[in-house]
C-alpha cells in the first residue's frame, strides 16, 4: 500500500471565482484542483468587490467583462482589481476570459491582473495557472504574451517621462489623480479613500495646477497618454 504521507501536496489556496456565468462556474469549481479552496463566487463589479474584500482570497479567476461597472474608461474586471487592490494588497488575480483581444489583455494586465488564460484552458491548466500566480508568477496563454510584451516595451520610455511629471505630486494627490482620471465622481473618490469630497476638490484643484491641466477631461487625457491608468 503507498505511503500517502509521501505523495506531493500544495498548501492550500484560498479562491474567489468571478463570472457572470453560474454554469462556467459550477464547472470550474467542480474541475480545480483540490488543494485550491473556492472561499467565494460574484457575478458582477459590486459583488466582486464586496466578495473579496470580505473573504481576502489567496487568488481571484476573474472574467474580464463584467456587468455593473461603474468606470467607464475600463472592463469590469479591470475595475475589480483597481477598486480592491489598495484594501486586499495581498490577493492576486488571473483573469480567466473568452477574449483573446489585446486591448482586454493589456487592460486587465495595467490594472494589476498578474496572468491571464482563455477558457479554451483546462481545468488543470488553470489549476497550474492559479498556483503559479499565487507564488507571484506571470501566466499568460502563449499567444497573449506577446500583446503584454509589446505593450510594456514600448511604454518604458513613456514611464520614465511620466516618473517625472508624478514627482510633482503627492502621494495622496496621485491616488486621487488616478481615481478621478478613471471616471470616478468626487463623493465616489472621497468614499474610496476614506476623505470628504471637499478635500477631493482641493487634491483635484492642485493635481490640475502641478500638471498645468485645465480640466479633469484633460487629466483623463494626460493619464490615458502616460499608462498610468
Excluded: C
Amino acid at each position: 500500500m503507498p505511503d500517502e504521507s509521501s505523495a506531493p501536496t500544495h498548501p492550500a489556496l484560498r479562491v474567489v471565482v468571478v463570472d457572470d456565468h453560474s454554469i462556467f462556474r459550477s464547472g470550474l469549481r467542480a474541475g480545480l484542483d483540490p488543494a485550491i479552496h473556492v472561499v467565494g463566487e460574484a457575478s458582477d463589479v459590486p459583488s466582486a468587490v464586496a466578495v473579496v474584500a470580505e473573504t481576502r482570497p489567496d487568488v481571484v479567476l476573474l472574467d474580464v467583462h463584467l456587468p455593473g461597472g461603474t468606470n467607464t474608461s475600463a472592463s469590469g474586471g479591470a475595475e475589480v482589481v483597481q477598486r480592491v487592490a489598495a484594501e486586499v494588497p495581498d490577493t492576486r488575480f488571473l483573469a480567466l476570459s473568452v477574449s483573446d483581444s489585446a486591448e482586454d489583455v493589456v487592460g486587465v494586465i495595467r490594472a494589476g491582473a498578474r496572468g491571464y488564460l482563455t477558457k479554451g484552458a483546462s481545468a488543470d491548466e488553470v489549476s497550474r495557472a492559479v498556483h503559479a500566480v499565487a507564488g507571484g508568477d506571470a501566466v499568460f496563454s502563449p499567444r497573449l504574451a506577446g500583446f503584454v510584451l509589446d505593450a510594456f516595451g514600448a511604454a518604458v520610455g513613456e514611464i520614465a517621462a511620466a516618473d517625472d511629471e508624478l514627482d510633482r505630486l503627492s502621494a495622496r494627490e496621485q491616488e486621487v489623480m488616478r481615481l478621478i482620471a478613471r471616471g470616478y465622481a468626487y463623493k465616489e473618490v472621497a468614499a474610496t479613500l476614506f476623505i470628504s469630497a471637499k478635500t477631493v476638490e482641493s487634491h483635484v484643484s492642485s493635481v490640475l495646477r502641478k500638471l498645468q491641466l485645465s480640466s479633469r477631461h484633460e487629466l483623463t487625457a494626460w493619464a490615458t497618454a502616460r499608462r498610468l491608468l
